[in-house]
């Protein structure tokens, strides 16, 4: 038995990622994706406006999500975040994200740590890729991105009125404190 295995953290990848999956209301319809991602549109820098609180952001600001191609195909994810304030010590994750779907590229596999991953799906997208609403099946994870720092209230709004159709509680959305202009 491998050392991974006794040292428990088996365990704790089930309760945190299986369970919840157990526990998903039965009568929930299917998450909708959005019809098609131009990928090449979608790389670049992404600076997250709002999230479901997640224990691996936790103390987190300014937080951002870099996208870029690799040689192999897949996409290079780098996520940052400040930790605590907008002077805090930067905090980065670095992954490989792969297309779990080629007809529309809006459902995307995340691995930040082998075996591991996760879905990302792009659930509401603008048209001139000025922000984005990513989610999973499972609706315990939720962003929403801007390619700006700041989002205008009229637009947050808007993406924050269609989320209980995709089966999201707007309620549980957190505000992300960012500074306006990037962080290194």
């Known amino acids: 038995m491998s050392s991974f295995l006794r040292s428990g953290y088996l365990l704790v990848f089930i309760v945190a990622f299986a369970l919840p999956t157990l526990s998903a209301s039965a009568e929930r319809l299917p998450l909708q994706t959005v019809a098609a991602v131009q990928l090449d549109r979608y790389l670049g820098r992404w600076y997250e406006i709002a999230s479901y609180p997640a224990w691996f952001q936790r103390g987190c600001v300014a937080t951002t999500a870099d996208y ?23 905090k980065v994750a670095k992954g490989k994200a792969t297309v ?15 075996p591991f991953s996760g879905d990302y799906w792009i659930i509401d997208l603008d048209a001139e890729y000025r922000w984005v609403v990513v989610g999973e099946p499972r609706r315990n994870y939720l962003w929403i991105l801007s ?15 269609r989320l209980p159709d995709k089966g999201y509680d707007p309620g549980r959305l957190h505000r992300t404190l960012q500074a306006t202009v990037s962080q290194p």
């Open 68 to 90: 870029s191609l690799r040689p192999d195909g897949a996409i290079q994810v780098v996520n940052s975040c400040r930790k605590g304030s907008l002077d805090g010590k930067t």
């Open 100 to 114: 779990a779907d080629p007809t529309s590229n809006a459902k995307l596999k995340v691995s930040f740590f082998w």
């Open 147 to 161: 390619r700006t720092p700041t989002m205008d209230e009229a637009t947050y709004q808007g993406i924050v009125s």
